[in-house]
């Protein structure tokens, strides 16, 4: 095999590895979870932002169900914002994805 042909292998093989942990079934939220989080938090993210997607794709379905302001186009309500994503719960700011574990225990749901 060409030196070329393993890179891409390799490649692909860490592509296929990302996508299965960032789909793992732990890090999937069922609809009363997202509900919870979204009652006790709000999302800051951004049109074009890659962790955004990421952080959008662990709730899957139950997206919908968190609080989301989108910088991009709300503007005015991302005063403080630096970063996307950005988590705003209990008046403190978690910058970066969070894992669902951690959005639980943070909003004590």
């Not at 590895?17 to 989080?37: G, H």
């Not at 999302?43 to 997607?53: D, F, M, S, V, W």
């Amino acid at each position: 095999m060409k030196k070329s042909q393993i890179i891409t292998i390799l490649i692909i093989v860490a592509v296929i590895i990302f996508y299965l942990l960032i789909k793992s079934p732990s890090q999937n939220t069922d609809a009363e979870t997202a509900k919870c989080i979204g009652e006790n938090s709000v999302l800051y993210i951004q049109l074009g932002c890659h962790a955004c997607e990421i952080q959008e794709e662990m709730f899957g379905t139950n997206y919908k169900h968190l609080r989301v302001v989108d910088c991009f186009y709300e503007q005015d309500k991302c005063f403080g914002i630096t970063a996307t994503p950005t988590w705003l719960i209990d008046g403190e700011k978690y910058l970066g994805v969070q894992s669902i574990e951690k959005l639980k225990e943070l909003t004590g749901c």
